[in-house]
């Protein structure tokens, strides 16, 4: 009796550490699937809207200084003011809420990148291919994967702990380089007459 318990109690322990340890690829593909139902409500509890979106705003205007954090005012007072007039206030906020979608969010863990955010535009289906992500980075508290597309570029996934077993999405790295500006989804191949 005593080993029975003994083998219960470690295997428990055993299942315990395995989940704990893959809850942040379960998160992934957990999006990946709301995404792919459309299901805003599972999306809200695995995405950290606000967190996303904060990440996002520097990558979309393609601009490196945008990455860079503002000069401090008790640092450097003429940097400082430099930045608060080199900002043009007409300068329109990029669009970070059309990589937010359900689509998007779906196309975004298929590696479709930069191009993700055109799924919502145009109501395209998601993509057939299902890539499985890699792991970047493996803590107790954060992961990283990222998803990489037939080019090489890789979209990175950071993902971070609220609960023992939960996990929410709270950075999008998006590959280098700047989302078209018109829609051109990839289209079926021409057939051969």
């Known amino acids: 009796m005593g080993k029975l318990l003994f083998n219960l109690v470690l295997t428990a322990i055993v299942v315990a550490v395995v989940c704990f340890f893959a ?17 805003a409500a599972a999306l809200s509890r695995l995405v950290d809207f606000g967190a996303v979106r904060q990440s996002l705003r520097p990558q979309m ?16 007072p003429i940097g400082a003011v430099r930045h608060q007039l080199e900002q043009a206030p007409t300068v329109r906020a990029p669009d970070v809420d059309a990589y937010l979608t359900p689509r998007a969010l779906s196309a975004l863990t298929r590696g479709e990148g930069r191009l993700a955010s055109q799924r919502s535009a145009q109501g395209a289906a998601p993509s057939t291919g299902d890539p499985i992500p890699s792991p970047v980075y493996w803590g107790i508290n954060s992961a990283r994967m990222a998803v990489a597309d037939q080019g090489g570029s890789r979209t990175v996934f950071t993902f971070a702990r609220k609960g ?13 380089g700047v989302a078209p500006a018109t829609a051109s989804m990839p289209s079926a191949p021409a057939k051969a007459d």
């Open 23 to 39: 809850a942040p690829g379960v998160a992934f593909f957990a999006i990946r699937s709301a995404g792919d139902a459309n299901d």
């Open 164 to 176: 023992v077993f939960e996990w929410k999405l709270v950075h999008v790295g998006l590959p280098d």
């Open 61 to 76: 205007g393609g601009d490196p200084r945008a990455l860079q954090p503002a000069p401090s005012f008790l640092e450097d």
